[in-house]
């Protein structure tokens, strides 16, 4: 396995496919860093954390944040959708299939090679921030900043590895690429881009006025609970994920919830999450065991 | 040659929704030998072909390569066996030596002997100096080429041909034959798919026909190629100068003859066996000068047209 993993990587780095993913991340790095330029003055003084502010403050350019749930997916997406029926197609398959390797070992191979790719990518995006972030504002990162920054790292690999499982899915069960890339590309379009959401701004208020119901839908989406996650990892001062009511919040002090608060807060979401990346793994991984290698 | 059996398969069978494509197929093939699996498209050979490697289960029966089971200890079997698919594929972006080194690793060799390995394999089917080229420069032949190379990079014990020569030149498919003709010497089996007759019966010992999933006939090539001809007895063309009477009596007396015919000065000599020591000395015992003599060759035309003829 270690082999294929290393073939992948190899493989992926070479690509050009990569090449344009990365110069996509390094655009929006710097976009978020001017528009966090902009914006970080007289924000974060009441909650302290200042640093973090690099990632989640944005004005008319969106925040690294924000940049980073809409690319994520997408890079996902790309790293995924042509794993398995390419291969199948070029006859590769076939001709590492022949060799004394586990089955399994493929998928996981390649599984684990995108979800090496996909880190380094948005590691590279965040120590780029934080770099330059750094050198402009002269704040150093308390060290609650950098877990929690680094849980919001965990968390963003673990969205994007959703949607690379979502595509090598549909790369194992159709032949055709475009086939491939479209399904994933439409059900991301249809609930999972945070852009303009079908799914999070008609459908959900259309079927339920109940603001409970309708939470509980909108959490089906895999965008909507990363939102929730990271807006209560990165925003120390975010409170709640349901509903709050007036007296719920009369009285309430505006003073930053402790990093284990913030956890509790947002442990749900992580586990759904992950839960929702092991589904799609695990599906994958059985279609493709059961896959018959046919004399075509 | 060898009389262990390294491959054979028991009532192997398959079924694709419902229709079957290989029918309780029975073949034995001995170690060290060329062995031909022919018969028309869709006959079921690339399927039991991958029934032999475990890469496709089978319905019903098994299938035995060097005493492992195909499908319960397949990876015991693609350690030893190569597998040269009819439709290959290399990563077209890497260069040939990148491509047989990932084979080489997935085969757990280590460095050195992967190096090592790849050089003189790739020496063998002549790519050494293009050996650091993308492969997506090559041609089909160089790809073909470069396919035997892969087969042959993990040192295997039993190769499968699907189709060794397709798309080569005639100088590459001569050069592709001769090195498969020289690996049973090297200590290797191989087992090869082809449509071409004519290669078939240059370099395989014995052949397995196949025709909608069943077996046909199985054999060595020089019994089956008599069978087809003559019923299984030989065929003896013997030229004198003067084709007596008398001359085709006695030769027709000698034991084992089963018939004389004269044609001309030619005498067309059924035997049960290869007599043409016993022929020549009555011929020249007889006084009469003896110009030529040959046993007739058979073709593989002939087989394989007489078993699809009857099927």
Known sequence: MITIIRKELADYFTSIRCLILFLLVVVASAAALYAAQQGIRGTGTESGFIFMGLFTVGGAIPSLATFIALLVP????????????????????????????????VINGKFLAGMITLAIMIFAAML???????????????AEEIIRLFIYFVAVVIYGAFWMGLAILFSILFRSLAVSLLCPLAIWILIGNPVFNPYVSFVVPAVTD??????MLLRISPYWLFAEATAALLDPLFRGLGILTVSDTTGMLLRPLSLDQSLILVWPQLTALICLTVICFAVSYVVFMRQEIRAT | MGKNIVLETRDLTKKYDGTTV?????????????????????????????????????????????????????????????????????????????????????????DEEAERQIDQVLEEVGLVEKADTAVRKFSRGMKQRLGIADVLVKKPRLVILDEPTAGLDPEGINQILDLIAGLPKMDTTVVMCSHRLYEVQRICHSIAILANG?????????????????????????????????????????????????????????????LRAAISKAVVDNGVALIQMKVQEFSLDDIYKRYFQEG
């Open chain 1, 74 to 105: 997408v890079i996902g997406i790309a790293l995924g959708f042509d794993a398995i029926n390419n291969e199948r197609s070029t006859g590769t398959l076939n001709r590492i299939l022949s060799q004394p390797i586990y089955r399994d070992s």
């Open chain 1, 128 to 142: 780029l921030v934080a770099g330059y972030g750094l050198r402009m504002i002269g704040v150093p990162p308390a």
């Open chain 1, 210 to 215: 109940s603001i409970g119901t309708s939470l």
């Open chain 2, 22 to 110: 290989v029918d309780h197929l029975n073949i034995h093939v001995a170690e060290n030998e060329v062995f031909g699996l022919l018969g028309p498209n869709g006959a079921g050979k690339t399927t039991t072909i991958l029934m032999l490697l475990g890469l496709t289960e089978p319905a019903s029966g098994s299938a035995r390569v060097f005493g492992f089971d195909s499908t319960r200890e397949s990876l015991k079997v693609k350690r030893l066996t190569g597998y040269l698919p009819e439709r290959l594929g290399f990563y077209e972006n890497l260069t040939a030596r990148q491509n047989l080194r990932f084979i080489a690793w997935l085969n757990n060799m280590s």
């Open chain 2, 214 to 274: 069943k077996l046909m006939v199985e054999g060595a090539l020089d019994d089956l190629g008599r069978d087809a001809l003559a019923g299984g007895r030989y065929r003896i063309e013997v030229e004198t100068a003067e084709a007596s009477p008398q001359l085709v009596e006695i030769i027709g007396k000698i034991k084992g003859v089963n018939n004389v015919e004269a044609e001309g000065n030619f005498l067309h000599v059924t035997t049960d066996s290869d």
